[in-house]
């Protein structure tokens, strides 16, 4: 496994934690740490999910943090008075622009929109603004239900840079359409050593998981999951998502030199109708200075060796960008 970390300017993560469930017999930390590995077990089986569903035989990405978002609101929104209580206490975490110091830029906007005529209950309206600080938005969905699916297919498209177009297909929104729930994920980070461009070439890409290690967990990292065989990529997904806590076990502890490195550049855009009500599209773009991402979801431990290794991508991997202090994946493809 090689991880390539992605660069910022400060010593801790730019993100900060609002609340969380208060459990009798864990601390805060505990818990949030404890509902963040199950979270990281359910993302790998769903990207397990899509691969076999959706990406048998292409390129796919697809953003876990963006799903667990939008269902998430969706959840509160349909929960009992009782229940809602529950949201009020949820763990929240919100990470910050580091753009203007020169970390990853991060934007991360949740929406909500309800048709018009319908009464709204104010302590669901506080609950989307305040707790998940999604903008709330009365429409017209009765008679101008594709004009409210463009309007929403241009949010989705400003707030992630252009990267995401065309979400929400002609249809999808109709006249008795009463709630529509929307999150935005944009992701750009450079990495922490640039590649040159000069030793930029054109290698045959093919149909030992060798560590890079890291001295220090923080911030974002793009860890590349690379299966021995060339045609190995469908056994590692499965021992992936069959293996409980396969990404922290896996986690890299250490720093090794590489004699060679070397991924594709490479930029793709992947969508897919989750359900008849759930429409996701994502796009990861990377190149020599980094990584751009948008959407709208084998080896032991060891000491570190002074040996040298070389990591050559030149067949199907699996990769992920994720946020390492609290383990959130945002992109998986």
């Not at 359910?42 to 990405?61: H, M, P, Q």
């Not at 005529?117 to 309206?125: E, F, G």
């Not at 992701?187 to 220090?216: H, N, V, Y």
């Not at 986690?251 to 008849?276: H, M, Q, W, Y």
Request: proline share 3%.
């Amino acid at each position: 496994m090689k991880i390539q970390k992605l660069s910022t300017s400060s010593e801790t993560a730019d993100m900060s934690v609002l609340e969380i469930i208060v459990s009798p017999s864990l601390s805060k930390k505990e818990l949030q740490k404890a509902i963040l590995k199950k979270q990281n077990d359910a993302d790998l089986v769903l990207t397990g999910k899509v691969i076999a569903s959706e990406a048998r035989d292409s390129n796919f990405v697809f953003s876990p943090a963006s799903l667990n978002s939008v269902l998430t609101i969706a959840a509160a929104s349909s929960a009992s008075e009782e229940s809602k209580a529950v949201f009020n206490e949820t763990a929240t975490v919100a990470f910050a622009d580091g753009k203007a110091n020169g970390g990853p830029k991060i934007t991360a906007i949740n929406g909500v929109w309800v048709e018009q005529s319908l009464p709204v209950d104010h302590s669901y309206k506080d609950l989307m603004e305040n707790v998940f600080k999604a903008t709330f938005t009365q429409v017209d969905f009765r008679s101008k239900a594709e004009q409210v699916r463009r309007e929403l297919n241009k949010w989705t498209s400003d707030q992630t840079n252009g990267l995401i177009k065309d979400l929400l297909p002609l249809g999808s929104v109709r006249s008795n359409t009463d709630q529509v729930y929307g999150n935005a994920l944009y992701f750009k980070g450079t990495w922490a050593d640039k590649f040159s461009k000069s030793e930029r070439k054109t290698e045959t890409f093919t149909f030992s998981m060798t560590p890079q290690c890291l001295d220090i967990k923080r911030s974002f990292s793009m860890y590349f999951y690379l299966p021995d065989e060339n045609d190995g990529l469908d056994n590692l997904v499965k021992k992936m998502t069959s293996t409980r806590g396969f990404v922290d076990d896996h986690n890299p502890t250490c720093r090794v030199t590489l004699d060679d490195f070397a991924v594709p550049k490479f930029k793709i855009s992947f969508g897919f109708e989750a359900s008849k009500a759930l429409y996701h599209k994502a796009c990861v773009e990377i190149d020599e200075e980094g990584a751009e991402a948008a959407a709208d979801s084998f080896y032991e431990r060891h000491s570190c060796t002074p040996n040298r290794n070389r990591f050559v991508a030149d067949h199907p991997f699996l990769f992920l960008i994720r946020e390492d202090t609290t383990g959130t994946v945002l992109f998986a493809g």
